[in-house]
């Protein structure tokens, strides 16, 4: 394997604490999903809780499971459910369940007494209640819960990110929600209040109001902005991993670098891209352009003096002139968590500062 992907865990660490200490008082809990947006999810998991988050989200059941089994203990919080879902396990390992339907809410409660975050639907149509099941959620919550079948945990959402506008469109919405928990019997104070969250990266970092309780940072941690007028090092962020592929042959004009779409790369970073711009690689001390990306392998541009063996970088902090995961997503016409979480698993990771 000639590509190979190094994670800076005192990058990601940095982040972690960087957006903690931005989100503080609320908590900082850490999207760990798509493992680790394709840096691994238990590495990250552990560098998160070592560097000021308090709990982790992961997409679902499995793998809040996979979290327990490598002995991690903290807050673990699981919201999108299938038919096969064992909540059985989930419960009995302690994990808090997103909920966003009666038939979930009587699934859950039948398999064990869970701890819950009723979800609403804010705008995003993703999954969460609408506005008119709501309160019909909330009220066969409080009756589980004075049966003693369920703990009510929390309230949440997910802001869609699509503009302000629409973010504080969710934000009434959201606090609306909370209105109508709170008329139904919901405590708003006290042990028994649940906790209330709903921003993400963007509205962690720019919108204080949407904080409530605690922020799900995902991306920003990453390395990778959610803004388009501000780049993740504008944010004070680092980016933690830097994909490199040595040259595996010399061919005519171009150097054939060892990575390709089956590693991750998007096939169609090329100078016909929808972006009007091909991707580049850093190939000694200049760009090389990128001229077509194959399943294994990918060309780009040679001098004389490359050899084969030669290490280009990918993408990276973009300190020494390399692009940067940001970069490769505007030249794919795609966000830059699409460019990290497809970095493939069969590319070996090496841990730095572990
Ligand atoms: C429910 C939930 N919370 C938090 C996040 C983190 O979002 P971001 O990566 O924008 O910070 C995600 C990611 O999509 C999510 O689905």
């Not at 919901?186 to 605690?214: E, K, N, T």
């Not at 997503?329 to 698993?345: K, Q």
């Amino acid at each position: 394997m000639s590509a190979r992907i190094e994670i800076d865990l005192d990058a990601f660490r940095h982040n972690v604490r960087t957006l903690a200490a931005l989100a503080a008082p609320a908590r900082t809990m850490l999207a760990v999903k798509a493992d680790g947006y394709g840096h691994g999810m238990l590495p990250i998991a552990r560098a998160s809780l070592e560097s000021g988050a308090d709990s982790l989200a992961v997409l679902d059941v499995p793998a809040a499971l996979a979290i327990r089994a490598a002995g991690i203990d903290a807050q673990v919080f699981a919201w999108l459910h299938g038919k096969e879902t064992d909540f059985r396990a989930g419960i009995e390992a302690g994990v808090d369940l997103g909920v966003s339907s009666l038939t979930e809410l009587r699934r859950i409660a039948d398999a064990g007494v869970a701890s819950v975050h009723l979800k609403i639907d804010t705008g995003l149509h993703r999954n969460g209640a609408s506005p008119e099941d709501w309160p019909e959620l909330v009220r066969a919550t409080l009756d589980l819960q004075e049966a003693g079948r369920v703990r009510l945990a929390g309230l949440w959402s997910h802001l869609a990110d699509a503009s302000p506008d629409d973010d504080a469109a969710a934000l009434a919405e959201f606090r609306a929600a909370i209105a109508v928990a709170a008329g139904i019997g919901v405590p708003m104070a006290g042990p028994d209040r649940p906790l209330l969250h709903l921003a993400a990266s963007s509205a962690g970092i720019r919108m204080p109001a949407a904080r409530f309780d605690l922020v799900r940072f995902g991306i920003a941690a990453y390395g990778v902005s959610p803004f388009d007028d501000v780049d993740a090092r504008g944010l004070g962020m680092r980016a933690p991993m830097t994909v490199t592929a040595e040259i595996v042959r010399l061919h005519g004009d171009y150097a054939v670098l060892g990575i390709g779409s089956a590693d991750g790369l998007p096939p169609t970073a090329t100078p016909d891209a929808p972006s009007g711009q091909g991707a580049e690689v850093l190939l000694g001390d200049r760009r090389a352009g990128v001229f077509v990306i194959h399943v294994d392998e990918t060309f780009v541009g040679a001098t004389r003096h490359d050899q084969v063996g030669d290490v280009a970088v990918i993408y990276g902090p973009g300190d020494h002139g390399e692009p940067t995961a940001e970069d490769w997503a505007r030249w794919a016409a795609t966000i830059g968590d699409e460019i990290l979480a497809r970095a493939s698993t069969r590319i070996p990771r090496v841990y730095l500062n572990e």
